[in-house]
């Protein structure tokens, strides 16, 4: 098993910036994604973007690309979120996920491991 902890959500006000946190325990895998989705009321989960253990490469939702931005820190096992020029329809619960594998999907059903979530409210 894996678990994984987010951190750093909160309330902002449009045009700022935010850093989510992840950070992930128990069982490793030798190659893995993680992965960011987020979730707002009503609405389904949707990916916003991941980061492949292995490369290091990053993939994005054209929702956030050139705002949005993943790295990852592999000795603190922690991966993040920056999130700048926060728009008030970027407000959603974010859940941070991970999958053996280094493929980046959008579907959130092919992801193995999930955390609890924080919520993200940014203010018009």
């Known amino acids: 098993q894996v678990q994984l902890v987010e951190s750093g959500g909160g309330l902002v006000q449009a045009g700022g910036s935010l850093r989510l946190s992840c950070t992930a325990s128990g069982r490793t895998f030798s190659s893995y994604a993680m992965g960011w989705f987020r979730q707002a009321r009503g609405k389904e989960r949707e990916f916003v973007g991941a980061?492949?253990?292995?490369?290091?490469?990053?993939y994005y939702a054209d929702s956030v690309k050139g705002r949005f931005t993943i790295s990852g820190d592999n000795a603190k096992n922690t991966v993040y979120l920056q999130m700048n020029s926060l728009k008030p329809e970027d407000t959603a619960v974010y859940y941070c996920a991970a999958k053996s594998g280094t493929r980046m999907v959008h579907t959130p059903r092919l992801w193995d491991y999930w955390g609890q979530g924080t919520q993200v409210t940014v203010s018009s």
């Open positions: 980061i492949s253990s292995r490369s290091g490469s990053t």
